[in-house]
């Protein structure tokens, strides 16, 4: 790979340590994927923040890193609310280890505003061609597919290292070559909500890591986009797919039909939602988690809605980041009157609040995929409506 003189400077250890390793893994990746060179970009996104994911081997790594990022970046969520730790049932173990970690990574100049969803805040807004170097999987589905910006599923190191460097190698999804579909995808039957993450769920697993064109006989809103690309990223490997008539480039760029079709029947879907994920028995659900990937302000809107005038008797977590919570204290509010809690910062998955529950329901197929898997507790889909009944809301 091609290397200016400044970056061979730094991959000499000129400007210290801490950018010589990053220099050095971002090379690595570069030179394993053909990268040509290195290309700057706009916002880093950071994941491998929860203490529960990553342990004192994480923490350890990011407090030997020193310096300051060289473009906005921003972490994924935590493992626990930073401000309701305690109301989540955090142990205060937890909590001092998962403030070590977020001060380890404020200390490099990274935003602490733990979401998924960095492209609803000031300063994280993404647009079409704009590079990035996000990680989380459902962000960079999103900005790839809905924003049409590029950028690849970068680990948490090698964000970070594009975040301390400025700069990200030129390979896979920044390139036009490799954003072209390789797979139709055909669904003639109506969706709308949760469906788009039940069939996310579906045809993830045969996508694979491929670039999916969808067909879709309704359309979707970029909230439902956002829910079926983080699905497809978790039962599969999609980083980047195509709804013809609604994605930027499935408008601006002439693609060819790919030679595979795949259909996906209402009565797959159906399946979905009357199985319990991770457990055969027909078990009672006694927490309900709704914003994977973190709520959009429409989103929370339209909980507060349906929570109106009801009060839940289950555990009914919402989650969002702090700053579109921030954003809209009035909605916050209306939906907390109901008994739910509104938490920022961290989600179902990723926090270990929700371990030994008996049975979660969800409303995101992300979740239902990661939930039994990551939190050892069996997981069931069903529309948003639904998720609201199940914790007691229909009173
Ligand atoms: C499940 C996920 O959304 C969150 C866990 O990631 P981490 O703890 O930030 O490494 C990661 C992903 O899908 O990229
Ligand atoms: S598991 Fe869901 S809510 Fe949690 S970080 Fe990933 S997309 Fe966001």
Wanted: aromatic share 6%; hydrophobic share 35%.
């Amino acid at each position: 790979m091609y290397l200016t003189s400044e970056e061979e400077n730094i991959l000499d250890g000129e400007q210290g340590e801490t950018l010589r390793k990053a220099m050095e893994i971002l090379v690595a990746l570069g030179d394993i994927y053909g990268a040509d060179s290195l290309i700057p970009v706009k916002s880093a996104q950071i994941a491998g923040v929860s203490y529960k994911t990553i342990g004192d081997a994480g923490l350890e790594w990011i407090s030997d890193l020193e310096g300051t990022v060289k473009v906005p970046s921003i972490l994924n969520p935590a493992g626990m609310d930073m401000v309701r730790w305690k109301e989540m049932g955090i142990e205060p173990e937890f909590a001092e280890k998962q403030l070590e970690i977020i001060a380890a990574y404020e200390k490099l100049g990274i935003s602490s505003k733990c979401t998924c969803t960095p492209y609803y805040l000031e300063g994280f807004s993404a647009t079409c061609g704009d590079h990035l170097a996000w990680s989380e999987s459902s962000a960079v589905s999103y900005a790839n597919s809905v924003i049409g910006a590029r950028t690849n599923r970068e680990g948490g190191p090698s964000a970070l290292s594009a975040a301390l460097v400025g700069k990200t190698g030129n390979y896979g999804y920044h390139l036009d070559e490799n954003r072209v579909p390789t797979v139709s995808v055909v669904v003639d039957h109506e969706l709308s909500g949760s469906d788009y993450g039940a069939l996310g769920y579906i045809a993830g697993k045969e996508i694979g890591n491929r670039v999916p064109m969808f067909h879709l006989a309704s359309t979707p809103t970029s909230d439902e986009l956002k829910g079926l690309g983080a699905a497809m990223a978790a039962s599969g490997a999609v980083a980047l797919y195509h709804v013809e008539g609604v994605t930027p480039e499935a408008k601006q760029v002439h693609f060819d039909k790919p030679d595979e079709t795949i259909t996906i029947q209402r009565s797959q879907l159906d399946e979905v939602y009357e199985t319990i994920i991770g457990n055969e028995d027909d078990l009672e659900c006694d927490i309900v988690a709704v914003g994977c990937p973190h709520c959009s302000p429409e989103e929370l809107n339209r909980i507060a809605d349906l929570l109106e005038g009801k009060r839940i008797e289950k555990e009914l977590w919402v989650c969002t980041s702090r700053e579109v919570a921030q954003r809209y204290p009035d909605v916050v509010k209306r939906i907390e009157e109901s008994g739910s809690k509104v938490l920022c910062d961290t989600c179902m998955v990723v926090s270990p609040a929700t371990e030994g529950h008996n049975c979660m329901m969800v409303n995101s197929g992300k979740a239902l995929a990661y939930v039994p898997g990551m939190c050892k507790v069996p997981a069931k889909i069903g529309s948003l409506e639904t998720c609201i009944k199940k914790a007691g809301g229909d009173n």
